[in-house]
């Protein structure tokens, strides 16, 4: 066995290294209804399981091997000339085998392909149908194991992140719409609901229950913070000025919904008139990821009463 050691500690066994994978999620519009690509592939008992195609990179050939094996695994999914885009989604370690087997790095991407019109030949709708499944389907009990859906919706993430982002989508959508699908909060897409929290399939701790990321500025600004030192944040950040009087509105609303506390302090030795300072409140700050802010309800019970996803 391979031995490491450092200058004050006793020989201790090498760690398991990480095999490094990379699995490519393909969307794909067939016959009207958002699939994604899960060919049949043999799992590690040697039956044919529906999975997401992975491939191993080329370590000789730097950053290319990523992009090489990630067109190879969505190939697996879809002819090469019918994939319009390849992105990369995020990183995942799942354990593929048995307890106690080391967990897989799984870089995931995903790909959109050519759709599959409803007057498509019978050869290339046998086609598709066999290696793509309607999302609306995956959440039916036994469709997908534990690491295909980390995977599919690992990338059904950036997928999505991607869309809200694009520039167009932007410009089509109504405001009200595109900042309820943009706010930091769930119900994005009731495809989420059917993809359900696979982040935690494979490891140790199965709970899928996280606590909420904290906002940026939180760990970047001096703590307490007064409302300018904000504000500059933002506008050093994205090169744009902010009218002040509008946000100052903006932040006393998030104030009087808990996550921002004013404080009964003032800066100090500052050559301009000092400004109140203020803390961000980390227990109030999970309470009110809890909760959707434009009715108060908790998420759960709004999630709840969603519809069933889309079938066209």
């Known amino acids: 066995m391979e031995q490491a050691t450092h200058p004050n500690e006793s020989t ?73 885009r ?4 995020g990183v995942r370690a799942l354990r593929t085998g ?30 598709a149908e066999e290696a793509f ?35 167009v989508t932007r410009r089509l959508l109504p405001r009200h719409v595109l900042f309820r699908k943009t706010d930091g909060f769930g119900g994005r897409s009731p495809y989420e609901s059917v993809l359900g929290d696979g982040s935690a399939a494979g490891m140790q701790q199965p709970s899928a229950h996280h606590a909420p990321e904290l906002p940026l500025f939180v760990g970047l600004l001096p703590d307490p913070f ?42 100090r030795g500052v050559p301009h008139r000092a400004g109140q300072l203020f803390t961000f409140d980390k227990a109030a700050w999970v309470r009110f990821t809890a909760k959707d802010p434009g009715s108060g309800r908790s998420k759960g019970r709004r999630q709840g009463a969603q519809q069933e996803p889309p079938t066209a």
């Open 12 to 84: 201790v066994a090498a760690p398991a290294r990480f095999e490094v994978r990379v699995a490519t999620v393909v969307f794909r519009v067939v016959r009207g209804e958002l699939s994604v690509g899960l060919p049949f592939l043999r799992g590690a008992d040697g039956s044919m399981v529906r999975s997401v195609p992975t491939a191993l990179p080329n370590a000789s050939v730097d950053g290319l091997g990523l992009d090489m094996a990630a067109q190879l695994a969505a190939s697996r999914s879809v002819p090469a000339r019918d994939i319009v």
């Open 86 to 89: 390849i992105a990369h989604g």
């Open 98 to 127: 048995a307890a106690g087997t080391p967990s897989v790095i799984h870089i995931v991407c995903w790909a959109i392909a050519r759709p599959v019109l409803q007057t498509a030949g019978a050869v290339e709708s046998v086609e």
């Open 133 to 167: 499944l309607p999302i609306a389907k995956l959440g039916e009990d036994g469709m997908l194991d534990a690491t295909a859906r980390a995977l599919v919706s690992c990338a059904f993430d950036a997928f999505l992140d991607a869309t809200l982002a694009d520039a």
């Open 226 to 267: 007064p409302l300018s030192a904000l504000r500059e944040f933002y506008e050093h950040l994205l090169g744009a000025p902010l009218d002040r009087g509008n946000f100052r509105r903006q932040f006393q609303e998030i104030i009087a919904q808990g996550p921002v506390k004013a404080l009964p302090i003032f800066e």
